[in-house]
């Protein structure tokens, strides 16, 4: 209802008054802390001088429409590509890129499917989380794994230092 109402008031995907969204979801028989919320869940304020000015983050928006597209199941690539852009809202753009450390790939055969895989679900204590990546995926290649370990933040250790204790290098066999 939030980007129906900006298409149809016309507003700006980048110059939400607060006040006019809250006031349009509330016309629509939602509860104004629900539309409170949908701010601060896809938006992000323009400005920390408080004039109630927001921005609609892409990235969050695109993301809400993955999900609701995957619905937990697996999905050959091109036809969810298909689709999620066809829920995209006019003005913004979709890239498979916004969904890093949200879904999956596999491939299998020719054929790729993408599934959901949130980083959201996973525990924050760096041995859980990588018991739980590799019971998962047994071989991860480093541009799959690194979005599921950018927010482990460990005193003292590195990245590296995080990956040399809790994973071994495996090279392809030359044949």
């Keep these: 209802m939030l980007l129906h109402n900006c298409v149809l ?14 006031s349009a979801l509330v016309a629509d028989e939602f509860p104004s ?9 896809f938006a992000s ?5 408080g004039t109630g000015k927001w921005k609609l983050e892409p990235r969050l928006v695109c993301l809400h429409f993955a999900r609701l597209v995957l619905r937990d199941e697996k999905m050959r690539l091109e036809s969810f590509m298909e ?4 829920k995209i809202p006019d003005g ?3 890239r498979f890129e916004m969904l890093e450390g949200e879904v999956l790939t596999e491939t299998i055969g020719i054929e790729t499917r993408v599934y959901t895989f949130s980083v959201r679900s996973l525990p924050s204590t760096p041995a859980e989380r990588f018991s739980i990546l590799f019971k998962h995926r047994s071989k991860w290649e480093w541009k799959d794994l690194e979005p599921y370990l950018r ?3 460990v ?11 809790y994973t ?3 090279q392809p066999k030359a044949d």
Excluded at 155 to 165: A, D, Q, V
């Design 9 to 22: 008031n016309y507003w700006s995907f980048d110059d939400l008054d607060e006040d006019e969204v809250v």
């Design 33 to 41: 802390k629900l539309a409170s919320h949908c701010l601060r869940v």
């Design 45 to 49: 304020r323009v400005n920390s001088s």
């Design 83 to 86: 689709e999620w852009k066809k």
């Design 92 to 94: 913004m753009e979709g």
């Design 151 to 153: 927010d482990l933040h």
């Design 155 to 165: 005193p003292r250790l590195s990245m590296e230092g995080l990956l040399l204790k």
């Design 168 to 170: 071994r290098r495996a």
